[in-house]
């Protein structure tokens, strides 16, 4: 059984920074891809930003130049760096990871984190 458990959301001033972490448990044999994503009231669940397991990363376009994702491998985490935070990045934050486990190959997802943004 594989568990991803997130940490780091909470409250901050437009214009502040958090950081989110993502740590996977459980019998993994290697993790390929990890995103986070990030889905505010009353609209759909987006992509935010993905890493793959050789480093490359994307972005949505509208966190581009303000948040970082970043990997351990050694330790299966992967990092969320928010800065120049915005009332309308606002929203319940997901990680997932494409874990190779001893069953089989599939996403997890953590349970979420809530980042606020007050303006």
């Known amino acids: 059984q594989v568990q991803l458990v997130e940490s780091g959301g909470g409250l901050v001033q437009a214009g502040g920074s958090l950081r989110l972490s993502c740590a996977a448990s459980?019998?993994?044999?290697?993790?390929?891809?990890m995103d986070w994503y990030r889905q505010a009231p009353e609209k759909v669940r987006e992509l935010v930003a993905g890493?793959?397991?050789?480093?490359?990363?994307k972005y949505a376009d509208s966190v581009k130049g303000r948040f970082t994702i970043s990997r351990d491998n050694a330790k299966n985490t992967v990092s969320l760096h928010m800065n120049s935070l915005k009332p309308e990045d606002t929203a319940v934050y997901y990680c997932?990871?494409?874990?190779?486990?001893?069953?089989?190959?599939?996403?997890?997802w953590g349970q979420g984190t809530q980042v606020t943004v007050s303006s």
């Open positions: 890493i793959t397991s050789g480093g490359s990363t």
């Open positions: 997932t990871e494409n874990v190779l486990s001893i069953s089989s190959r599939r996403d997890y």
């Open positions: 459980g019998t993994i044999f290697s993790i390929s891809s």
